[in-house]
């Protein structure tokens, strides 16, 4: 069987099937995920575009979904992971996303040999570091590989003092959160928004999650599988009488295990529970209801930790759609005609829509079922074979045309207006960053032979440059940030000239257009100028910078006008998605600088209310 062995000493060895390794995998993304909006609450600038928490979140679930779909043969589960990382890089999203995928790839390629000593450990998370540090463009402090650096200087003072690589991995992290703390004073920017750094407060939570998982292996003098035996039979004795229990030679046992060594919190609260009935057994003996009420919810936790424990995995499709329907009227309902598809069933709904989560063996027998009471409006089971099919193939591309403009853009008004003044195709990601895969797709579908690229957003450059790297055309990336220098670059080339001239006109053009962005305070920050700026409040931001703030959003629209167009005859409005019904601005503004010409598009950005250019 395809196992890894921990390289722990010989009387505690763990030996990990590759089905093992997946469940593993599975829990730490769910850990992850549990975390994701505390993550992407960090953001520097409050605005609620915070995403690193997701990025990291979406990295490992497009590496999960190819890996359940690879029919690959591994010799071991070394090899196995060193793949799995390299779809972690594929599939990356934002600066994260690529960071931490970076790490993964530096780790694995070290633990390819299969060798999970605590010395080739600490080489892994050596070489992660350093491919890390190495992959990314003007690397900072105070950043996540601050926390990687960290993780390997502390890993390295503790081998010393301990032989189990996983119990080094965990008395590593109160360190490592002690060094995140420090961030603040690394990164003005972050003592400014008040927060401490989103990527290694993410790589913290990892960490985490892999200490929840592998923390059982850490010898705490009893094993996870013997307090499981003694959780089951407890169980069984419960089911009976009281009296068995208490006769049983396993109750001197039960009243003396040390809580504190069980690292399941759950099982060692469900064994001190059934320590004080046992030793309360003669205490309020005519209570028998309340008795019997204590010791069905003792045999339901130990029964729930039991299942949770089981290492077969009966149903191997982790299945999600969101179904809108009249035809089903409540979660009990649709519960009834699916719940024979598989198990760990849930189900949410909110007015006619119901979002479900199902591990099932036949996704598509379950999702025509459920089409003939409404419409799918999202499948898990569609978008991975999508991942799939856009996953990058050795088919050598027939050139169509020798240059082309690929932009980024969040929002779909900016999209079309993209594409109305020039751009060759778009790719409209949404609120979600995009993946490595998807960037590749796109620039390899336009099939030019050399192709300028620019995003409305610095977080994808990181993903848009390592897809470079895959790509089969010549691509020429404009280090742009925002919609508006997507526009400037299109309003200023021309491609009746060749891709250098055009190149370097886009470059030239980048920051051509001034403009301000305002959106709404997610947390209370500083302005340029010290002002506060309290959570609610609407604020403006030029050139990167908070420079005006108020409550009244109007108010603040007018002192931004006032304040920027002393020297512009034309301000433009671009509204996001959020504003997209907001009329009465225009006439406003119109009213108020009589003097000045106003336009106004739907740009659809989500995170800013509007954008305005001054011309």
Same mark, same amino acid.
């Given at each position: 069987?395809?196992?890894?062995?921990?390289?722990?000493?010989?009387?505690?060895?763990?030996?990990?099937?590759?089905?093992?390794?997946?469940?593993?995998?599975?829990?730490?993304?769910?850990?992850?995920?549990?975390?994701?909006?505390?993550?992407?609450?960090?953001?520097?600038?409050?605005?609620?575009d915070?995403?690193?928490?997701?990025?990291?979140?979406?990295?490992?679930?497009?590496?999960m979904?190819?890996?359940k779909?690879?029919?690959?043969?591994?010799?071991?589960?070394?090899?196995?992971?060193?793949?799995?990382?390299?779809?972690?890089?594929?599939?990356?999203?934002?600066?994260?996303?690529?960071?931490?995928?970076?790490?993964?790839?530096?780790?694995?390629?070290?633990?390819?040999?299969?060798?999970?000593?605590?010395?080739?450990?600490?080489?892994?998370?050596?070489?992660?570091?350093?491919?890390?540090?190495?992959?990314?463009?003007?690397?900072?402090?105070?950043?996540?590989?601050?926390?990687?650096?960290?993780?390997?200087?502390?890993y390295?003072?503790?081998?010393?003092?301990?032989?189990?690589?996983?119990?080094?991995?965990?008395?590593?992290?109160?360190?490592?959160?002690?060094?995140?703390?420090?961030?603040?004073?690394?990164?003005?920017?972050?003592?400014?928004?008040?927060?401490?750094?989103?990527?290694?407060?993410?790589?913290?939570?990892?960490?985490?999650g892999?200490n929840?998982?592998?923390?059982?292996?850490?010898?705490?003098?009893?094993?996870?599988?013997?307090?499981?035996?003694?959780?089951?039979?407890?169980?069984?004795?419960l089911n009976?009488?009281?009296?068995?229990?208490?006769?049983?030679?396993?109750?001197p046992?039960?009243?003396?295990?040390?809580?504190?060594?069980?690292?399941?919190?759950?099982?060692?609260?469900?064994?001190?529970?059934?320590?004080?009935m046992? $030793?309360?057994?003669?205490?309020?003996?005519?209570?028998?209801?309340?008795?019997?009420?204590?010791?069905?919810?003792?045999?339901?936790?130990?029964?729930?930790?039991?299942?949770?424990?089981?290492?077969?995995?009966?149903?191997?499709?982790?299945?999600?759609?969101?179904?809108?329907?009249n035809?089903?009227?409540?979660?009990?309902?649709?519960?009834?005609?699916?719940?024979?598809?598989?198990?760990?069933?849930?189900? $949410?709904?909110?007015?006619?829509?119901?979002?479900?989560?199902?591990?099932?063996?036949?996704?598509?027998?379950?999702?025509?079922e459920?089409?003939?009471?409404?419409?799918?409006?999202?499948?898990?089971?569609?978008?991975?074979?999508?991942?799939?099919?856009?996953?990058?193939?050795?088919?050598?591309?027939?050139?169509e045309?020798?240059?082309?403009?690929?932009?980024?853009?969040?929002?779909?008004?900016?999209?079309?207006?993209?594409?109305?003044?020039?751009?060759?195709?778009?790719?409209?990601?949404?609120?979600?960053?995009?993946?490595?895969?998807?960037?590749?797709?796109?620039?390899?579908?336009?099939?030019?032979? =050399?192709?300028?690229?620019?995003?409305?957003?610095?977080?994808?450059?990181?993903?848009?440059?390592?897809?470079?790297t895959?790509?089969?055309?010549?691509?020429?990336?404009?280090?742009?940030?925002n919609?508006?220098?997507?526009?400037?670059?299109?309003?200023?080339?021309?491609?009746?000239?060749?891709?250098?001239?055009?190149?370097?006109?886009?470059?030239? =053009?980048?920051?051509?257009?001034?403009?301000?962005?305002?959106?709404?305070?997610?947390?209370?920050?500083?302005?340029?100028?010290?002002?506060?700026?309290?959570?609610?409040?609407?604020?403006?931001?030029?050139?990167?910078?908070?420079?005006?703030?108020?409550?009244?959003?109007?108010?603040?629209?007018?002192?931004?006008?006032?304040?920027?167009?002393?020297?512009?005859?034309?301000?433009?409005?671009?509204?996001?998605?959020?504003?997209?019904?907001?009329?009465?601005?225009?006439?406003?503004?119109?009213?108020?600088?009589?003097s000045?010409?106003?336009?106004?598009y739907?740009?659809?950005?989500?995170?800013?209310?509007?954008?305005?250019?001054?011309?």
């Amino acid at each position: 069987m395809n196992a890894i062995n921990s390289g722990i000493s010989e009387q505690a060895a763990v030996v990990f099937d590759l089905e093992t390794v997946n469940e593993i995998i599975e829990n730490i993304y769910h850990y992850l995920n549990k975390h994701k909006e505390y993550l992407n609450s960090l953001n520097v600038f409050p605005v609620p575009d915070g995403d690193t928490g997701l990025n990291m979140v979406l990295t490992l679930q497009g590496a999960m979904a190819h890996m359940k779909i690879n029919e690959k043969n591994y010799s071991h589960s070394g090899e196995y992971l060193e793949d799995f990382a390299e779809q972690m890089l594929l599939n990356s999203r934002g600066c994260s996303g690529v960071i931490l995928s970076l790490f993964a790839q530096g780790f694995t390629q070290i633990t390819a040999n299969n060798d999970f000593s605590k010395e080739n450990i600490y080489r892994a998370i050596e070489n992660g570091d350093r491919n890390a540090y190495e992959g990314t463009e003007n690397p900072r402090e105070g950043t996540m590989l601050t926390i990687m650096k960290a993780l390997s200087e502390k890993y390295a003072e503790l081998m010393s003092k301990q032989d189990n690589p996983f119990a080094i991995i965990q008395q590593t992290i109160p360190y490592l959160k002690e060094v995140l703390n420090q961030t603040p004073e690394m990164l003005p920017v972050l003592k400014q928004a008040g927060v401490v750094d989103s990527g290694g407060a993410g790589f913290i939570v990892l960490l985490e999650g892999i200490n929840n998982e592998l923390g059982q292996y850490i010898d705490t003098g009893i094993p996870v599988p013997n307090l499981l035996r003694i959780g089951r039979i407890t169980r069984k004795l419960l089911n009976k009488r009281l009296s068995e229990l208490r006769k049983s030679p396993l109750a001197p046992l039960i009243l003396n295990i040390d809580s504190s060594r069980i690292q399941n919190s759950r099982l060692a609260e469900a064994l001190q529970n059934v320590r004080n009935m046992l $030793v309360n057994l003669h205490v309020n003996h005519n209570n028998r209801n309340g008795r019997s009420l204590k010791r069905k919810k003792i045999i339901a936790d130990l029964q729930y930790l039991d299942n949770s424990w089981n290492p077969e995995i009966k149903e191997k499709f982790c299945t999600e759609f969101v179904l809108e329907s009249n035809a089903i009227l409540s979660k009990n309902q649709l519960k009834e005609k699916i719940g024979h598809y598989g198990d760990s069933l849930i189900i $949410v709904n909110a007015n006619n829509k119901y979002k479900v989560h199902i591990h099932t063996n036949k996704p598509n027998d379950l999702f025509e079922e459920v089409s003939q009471y409404g419409t799918l409006l999202f499948t898990k089971v569609d978008d991975m074979k999508k991942q799939h099919r856009n996953f990058i193939s050795d088919d050598e591309i027939d050139y169509e045309k020798d240059k082309s403009v690929f932009c980024i853009v969040s929002g779909k008004g900016f999209a079309d207006i993209l594409q109305k003044i020039g751009a060759d195709d778009i790719l409209c990601y949404g609120k979600n960053k995009p993946s490595v895969n998807q960037l590749v797709k796109g620039l390899n579908d336009l099939k030019a032979k =050399n192709i300028i690229a620019a995003s409305d957003d610095g977080d994808i450059l990181m993903a848009l440059k390592y897809a470079v790297t895959l790509c089969k055309s010549s691509v020429y990336i404009v280090e742009s940030e925002n919609p508006v220098s997507l526009i400037s670059i299109l309003m200023n080339i021309s491609k009746d000239y060749d891709i250098h001239t055009m190149f370097e006109a886009a470059m030239n =053009n980048v920051n051509n257009i001034p403009f301000c962005g305002i959106a709404r305070s997610t947390r209370h920050v500083l302005s340029q100028g010290g002002s506060p700026v309290n959570k609610g409040d609407y604020f403006a931001v030029y050139q990167k910078k908070i420079v005006l703030a108020d409550k009244s959003k109007e108010r603040l629209m007018t002192n931004v006008v006032e304040k920027i167009s002393a020297t512009h005859t034309l301000v433009t409005i671009y509204k996001g998605a959020d504003a997209k019904n907001d009329n009465n601005l225009m006439k406003q503004l119109k009213n108020q600088f009589p003097s000045l010409d106003f336009e106004e598009y739907y740009g659809g950005q989500p995170d800013y209310l509007y954008y305005l250019t001054f011309d």
